[in-house]
C-alpha cells in the first residue's frame, strides 16, 4: 500500500464521518425538542389532572418523569456520539496534514527537553519539527509519559522488543478501532492534573455524611415518607402528616446543602474526563487482540476486580444520578422522598474505596494500550519502512537504504551503513552542509525507533540494542559559569566513564573539541580517540578534521573511514548526500563565503 492509498483512507473516513456528523446533530436536534415538549406537557397535563384525582395527577406526573428522563439518556448519547464523530473528523484532517509534512496540530513534548540527557537534545526528539510530533498521537496523560520514557531510554533485551514489534504490527492493521481509540480520549484529555486531581479525591478520608449511623436515618426516613405517601393516596394518612416526614428529609438535605454542592462539583467536573477514560477501558476490553503485550493488557483491565469498564460505567451512571439535583422539581421530589443526595455520596464513597487501589494500574496499563498506539499510527502511515531483525550482540548495526524519517521523501536520500562488531569507530568526514550531521541523527533515530519495537526508514534493519550516547549540541552556561569548550569536555568526561565501567555504550560525535584552535583539536581528538578504542568503545565521530582519519592506519580494522562528498563547478555547488569509503578530499567553507559575499 503506497502513501497515496493512505490518503485516500483518511480522506473516505473523514467524508464518511461529516456524513454522520450530519445526521446525528438531526437526532439531536429532534430529541432537544421532545424534551422541551415532554418538561411543558407533563407539568401542564400534571396540574390538570391533579385538579380531578390525585392518583391520576401522580400518574402523570410519573410518567412525564420517567419519560423526560429516558430523553435526557438518549440526549447525553447522541450528544457524546457528536463529539466522537467530530473528534474522528479531526483526526483523519489531522493525518493527511501529516502526511503533508505538516505536524503542527500534534503536541512536540517541548516541556521534555533534557540539555543534560544522554541524546534527546542532539537528535531533535523533542520540540517542533521533532521525532517526538512525528511519533506522538497519545490521547491520555499516562500514554504520552509511558511514549517519552520508551523513547528517553529505548535499550530493552531482545526478548522485550520483539513483543513490542508484534503489538505495534497487530494495531497497526487495526486502523478504524485505533482511531475510536484516540476519539474517546480527545473528548476530554486526560492529562496529568486530571488524572492527579482524581488521585486526592479517591485518597481523601470518607465523608462525614457516610458516616455508618448517619446511612441507617437516611433508610429509615425515606421508607417512611414513602409509606405515608402510599397511606396518603389510600385516603388513611392526613396530608399534613405526610408533608411533616417530607418536609424533615427535605430538611436534612438542608442542612448538609454546602457540603453537598461541594461534593458534587467535584466529581461532576470529572465527569466527562471519567467517561472519556471509561470509554477508552470499554473499547480496549471490546476488541479482540493476538499479540502477547494487548493480550496481558486486555487481561489485567478486565479481571482488575471486575470489569475496570464496568467500574467506570457505574460511576458514570451514579454521577449522572447525582446530576439530577440540578432540575429544580426533580431534586425537590427526589430528596423529600428519598433523601437523593445522600444516597449518591453514600455510593460515591463506595466506589471511591474499591478504585483507589486500583487505579495506579489501570493509568499505567491505558497508558501502555495508548503509547503503542501512537507507535501504530506511524507504522500504518509509513508501509514501505521495515521492522528490523534484533540480534544479540552482533551485528551492531547493519542497515539497507537507511533514511531519517522527518526528512521528505522525494528529497531524502539513503544510504546503507553496518557496525559489524563492537569496538569499531568509524570517522565521516566532510564538507560543510554535506550531510555528517544529519547522518548521525539517522542512525540515531532510527537506533531509537528499532529498540521501541517501531518499523524503522530502511529497506531492511539488523540492530544489536545498545545505549545511546551523543555530544553534537553542547550548550555553555553562564549561570553555571561553564564555557563552550568546557561544557564539550564535561560530556566527553561522561562517555569515558561510563565505558570505563563497560556499559554497552554507542556513540555518536560531531566534531569534537570544537572551541580550541585546529592543532590543539586535532592532537586532542587522536588523544580521545585512542582513549575510546582501549576503552573498547563503539560509535561514530563526524569532522572537518581529516587528520582523523588517519588513524585507520594506526588501528586496521577498528578505525574505518566514511564520507560524504560535494561537487564544486565554477560558481555552483552540488551536494549528492551518498556515503562513501574512505576520507573527504573536498571542503567548501571558503567557497561559500566567497558565494555570500563575506570575502
Keep these: 500500500m503506497d502513501r497515496q492509498k493512505i490518503r485516500e483512507i483518511y480522506q473516505g473516513l473523514k467524508q464518511e464521518q461529516e456524513q454522520e456528523l450530519s445526521e446525528l446533530k438531526k437526532k439531536h436536534l429532534l430529541v432537544s425538542l421532545l424534551r422541551l415538549l415532554v418538561f411543558i406537557g407533563g407539568a401542564v397535563l400534571s396540574v390538570l389532572t391533579f385538579n380531578h384525582s390525585l392518583i391520576a395527577g401522580t400518574a402523570v406526573l410519573f410518567s412525564a418523569i420517567v419519560l423526560f428522563l429516558f430523553l435526557i439518556r438518549i440526549f447525553g448519547d447522541l450528544t457524546s456520539?457528536?463529539?466522537?464523530?467530530?473528534?474522528?473528523?479531526?483526526?483523519?484532517?489531522?493525518?493527511?496534514?501529516?502526511?503533508?509534512?505538516?505536524?503542527?496540530?500534534?503536541?512536540?513534548?517541548?516541556?521534555?527537553?533534557?540539555?543534560?540527557?544522554?541524546?534527546?537534545?542532539?537528535?531533535?526528539?523533542?520540540?517542533?519539527?521533532?521525532?517526538?510530533?512525528?511519533?506522538?498521537?497519545?490521547?491520555?496523560?499516562?500514554?504520552?509519559?509511558?511514549?517519552?520514557?520508551?523513547?528517553?531510554?529505548?535499550?530493552?533485551?531482545?526478548?522485550?522488543?520483539?513483543?513490542?514489534?508484534?503489538?505495534?504490527?497487530?494495531?497497526?492493521?487495526?486502523?478504524?478501532?485505533?482511531?475510536?481509540?484516540?476519539?474517546?480520549?480527545?473528548?476530554?484529555?486526560?492529562?496529568?492534573?486530571?488524572?492527579?486531581?482524581?488521585?486526592?479525591?479517591?485518597?481523601?478520608?470518607?465523608?462525614?455524611?457516610?458516616?455508618?449511623?448517619?446511612?441507617?436515618?437516611?433508610?429509615?426516613?425515606?421508607?417512611?415518607?414513602?409509606?405515608?405517601?402510599?397511606?396518603?393516596?389510600?385516603?388513611?394518612?392526613?396530608?399534613?402528616?405526610?408533608?411533616?416526614?417530607?418536609?424533615?428529609?427535605?430538611?436534612?438535605?438542608?442542612?448538609?446543602?454546602?457540603?453537598?454542592?461541594?461534593?458534587?462539583?467535584?466529581?461532576?467536573?470529572?465527569?466527562?474526563?471519567?467517561?472519556?477514560?471509561?470509554?477508552?477501558?470499554?473499547?480496549?476490553?471490546?476488541?479482540?487482540?493476538?499479540?502477547?503485550?494487548?493480550?496481558?493488557?486486555?487481561?489485567?483491565?478486565?479481571?482488575?476486580?471486575?470489569?475496570?469498564?464496568?467500574?467506570?460505567?457505574?460511576?458514570?451512571?451514579?454521577?449522572?444520578?447525582?446530576?439530577?439535583?440540578?432540575?429544580?422539581?426533580?431534586?425537590?421530589?427526589?430528596?423529600g422522598f428519598l433523601l437523593w443526595d445522600f444516597h449518591c455520596i453514600i455510593k460515591l464513597e463506595k466506589w471511591r474505596k474499591s478504585a483507589e487501589q486500583g487505579l495506579p494500574l489501570w493509568l499505567s496499563l491505558l497508558g501502555k494500550a495508548d503509547a503503542l498506539n501512537s507507535l501504530a499510527n506511524y507504522a500504518f502511515n509509513n508501509p514501505d519502512y521495515c521492522y528490523p531483525s534484533?540480534?544479540?550482540?552482533?551485528?551492531?548495526?547493519?542497515?539497507?537504504?537507511?533514511?531519517?524519517?522527518?526528512?521528505?521523501?522525494?528529497?531524502?536520500?539513503?544510504?546503507?551503513?553496518?557496525?559489524?562488531?563492537?569496538?569499531?569507530?568509524?570517522?565521516?568526514?566532510?564538507?560543510?552542509?554535506?550531510?555528517?550531521?544529519?547522518?548521525?541523527?539517522?542512525?540515531?533515530?532510527?537506533?531509537?525507533?528499532?529498540?521501541?519495537?517501531?518499523?524503522?526508514?530502511a529497506r531492511s534493519m539488523n540492530l544489536a540494542p545498545v545505549k545511546l550516547f551523543t555530544s553534537m549540541r553542547t550548550v555553555d552556561s553562564l549561570n553555571h559559569n561553564e564555557s563552550y569548550f568546557y561544557a564539550e569536555l564535561k560530556r566527553l568526561k561522561i562517555l569515558k566513564e561510563r565505558l570505563e565501567r563497560e556499559e554497552n555504550i554507542f556513540f555518536l560525535l560531531d566534531e569534537i573539541l570544537k572551541g580550541t584552535n585546529s592543532t590543539d583539536k586535532s592532537l586532542g581528538s587522536k588523544q580521545f580517540l585512542g582513549k575510546l578504542l582501549e576503552l573498547g568503545g563503539t560509535g561514530l565521530i563526524a569532522t572537518h578534521d581529516i587528520s582523523l582519519g588517519e588513524m585507520e592506519q594506526e588501528h586496521p580494522g577498528r578505525v574505518l573511514n566514511k564520507c560524504f562528498e560535494i561537487e564544486i563547478d565554477g560558481e555552483n555547488i552540488s551536494f549528492d548526500y551518498l556515503l562513501r569509503d574512505g576520507i573527504t578530499r573536498k571542503m567548501n567553507a571558503a567557497f561559500l563565503m566567497r558565494q555570500m559575499g563575506i570575502v
Excluded at 543534560?116 to 526528539?125: A, E, P, T
Excluded at 531519517?404 to 560543510?432: M, Q, W
Excluded at 555528517?436 to 532510527?446: D, G, W
Design 390 to 457: 534484533i540480534s544479540e550482540r552482533e551485528p551492531v548495526f547493519e542497515a539497507v537504504a537507511l533514511g531519517h524519517p522527518l526528512l521528505p521523501r522525494d528529497t531524502r536520500v539513503c544510504n546503507d551503513f553496518s557496525v559489524s562488531e563492537k569496538g569499531i569507530v568509524y570517522i565521516i568526514t566532510g564538507a560543510n552542509m554535506a550531510g555528517k550531521s544529519t547522518f548521525l541523527r539517522t542512525v540515531a533515530v532510527n537506533m531509537i525507533l528499532g529498540m521501541t519495537g517501531a518499523p524503522v526508514c
Design 81 to 335: 456520539e457528536i463529539t466522537i464523530a467530530e473528534n474522528l473528523i479531526r483526526i483523519n484532517g489531522n493525518e493527511i496534514r501529516a502526511l503533508d509534512g505538516d505536524f503542527s496540530p500534534f503536541n512536540g513534548g517541548a516541556d521534555f527537553i533534557d540539555l543534560g540527557h544522554d541524546f534527546s537534545v542532539d537528535i531533535d526528539l523533542f520540540g517542533n519539527s521533532s521525532l517526538f510530533s512525528y511519533l506522538n498521537r497519545t490521547v491520555t496523560g499516562s500514554g504520552r509519559n509511558m511514549l517519552v520514557t520508551w523513547l528517553l531510554d529505548p535499550y530493552k533485551l531482545r526478548n522485550e522488543i520483539l513483543p513490542m514489534q508484534e503489538a505495534v504490527r497487530e494495531l497497526a492493521a487495526k486502523l478504524e478501532w485505533r482511531q475510536k481509540f484516540m476519539a474517546c480520549g480527545l473528548g476530554k484529555p486526560l492529562d496529568d492534573e486530571e488524572i492527579n486531581s482524581l488521585r486526592e479525591w479517591l485518597g481523601e478520608d470518607e465523608d462525614s455524611i457516610a458516616s455508618p449511623f448517619k446511612r441507617i436515618a437516611y433508610y429509615i426516613l425515606p421508607a417512611a415518607a414513602l409509606a405515608s405517601f402510599g397511606l396518603l393516596i389510600g385516603g388513611i394518612m392526613p396530608f399534613s402528616a405526610f408533608m411533616l416526614i417530607f418536609l424533615v428529609n427535605l430538611g436534612l438535605t438542608g442542612l448538609s446543602f454546602g457540603r453537598t454542592n461541594r461534593i458534587h462539583d467535584m466529581v461532576s467536573r470529572k465527569h466527562n474526563f471519567l467517561f472519556s477514560f471509561g470509554q477508552l477501558v470499554s473499547a480496549f476490553e471490546n476488541e479482540s487482540f493476538n499479540s502477547a503485550i494487548l493480550l496481558s493488557v486486555k487481561d489485567k483491565l478486565c479481571s482488575a476486580g471486575g470489569s475496570v469498564a464496568g467500574k467506570i460505567r457505574d460511576l458514570d451512571r451514579l454521577i449522572r444520578k447525582f446530576d439530577s439535583r440540578l432540575n429544580m422539581i426533580l431534586g425537590f421530589l427526589l430528596n
